[in-house]
């Protein structure tokens, strides 16, 4: 089955800086990778998706990348804000023994973003 | 309507309790999951119906049973729990679990169980 490994598991910046979330996936036949944004006590947020047929798409200050070559893919976060504080995570999307799509979770990055 | 609604928020029950959770989706998803949270950790998936028929069971306890009344609704029983089983339950749904162009999946606000 798919395993998705991501790092880091914490990473702290000060405002205003970047912040990059990498993760690797191991089946080649993952089609769909999006990234969720869970607050504290709060749901999992979809807040951007990429598609295999797709190198790059931002949405405002998130980006993702896909490198579908190397089987990883990255999110960006430019003039973080102290509201983006919150543990992220990457899921992959592959084909399952049943023919359905289930998504594989990284194991999450908590980010800090320090005032 | 985007939602998907999860009732209780909370639930205290005993080990000899039988209680259930409820999700509701009103996006016309025909996919619809059970995942388990437990603190620090990412949701681990349990069960997914797709078209109201049961479609994936990740080696669930039996303790743990799942039901979709129609196409909105899911629920998932709980009866004979223990202490470990204590964590958020989310559900979720997405358009459609075997159309891979449909896979976005959105999540509920999650009841969090604890077993006393």
């Known amino acids: 089955g798919e395993n998705v490994e991501q790092h880091p598991s914490t990473l702290s910046v000060q405002e205003g800086d970047s912040a990059v979330i990498k993760c690797t996936y191991s089946d080649s036949a993952s089609n769909y990778f999006p990234w969720y944004k869970q607050e504290l006590g709060k749901r999992p947020q979809l807040i951007i998706d990429i598609r295999s047929n797709v190198g790059e798409k931002k949405d405002q200050r998130i980006a993702v990348t896909l490198n579908k070559t190397a089987k990883h893919f990255s999110l960006h976060i430019t003039e973080t804000q102290p509201e983006d504080s919150a543990v992220y995570f990457c899921?992959?999307?592959?084909?399952?023994?049943?023919?359905?799509?289930?998504?594989?979770f990284g194991g999450g990055t908590r980010l800090m973003v320090k005032p | 309507d985007t939602e998907v609604t999860q009732t209780p928020k909370h639930l205290v029950m005993g080990m000899t309790n039988k209680k259930s959770l409820k999700c509701e989706q009103h996006m016309g998803h025909r996919a619809m999951y059970w995942y388990k949270q437990k603190a620090k950790k990412p949701p681990e998936l349990m069960f997914v119906?797709?078209?109201?028929?049961?479609?994936i069971n990740e080696s669930v306890p039996s303790r743990f049973s799942p039901e979709c009344p129609n196409s909105s609704l899911l629920n998932l029983h709980l009866h004979a729990l223990q202490p470990e089983d204590s964590a958020l339950y989310l559900c979720a749904s997405s358009q459609d679990f075997y159309d891979a162009r449909n896979t976005e999946a959105f999540f509920g606000q999650g009841t969090r169980l604890t077993v006393v």
């Open positions: 899921a992959a999307s592959s084909p399952s023994r049943g023919a359905g799509n289930m998504l594989t």
């Open positions: 119906y797709s078209y109201e028929k049961l479609s």
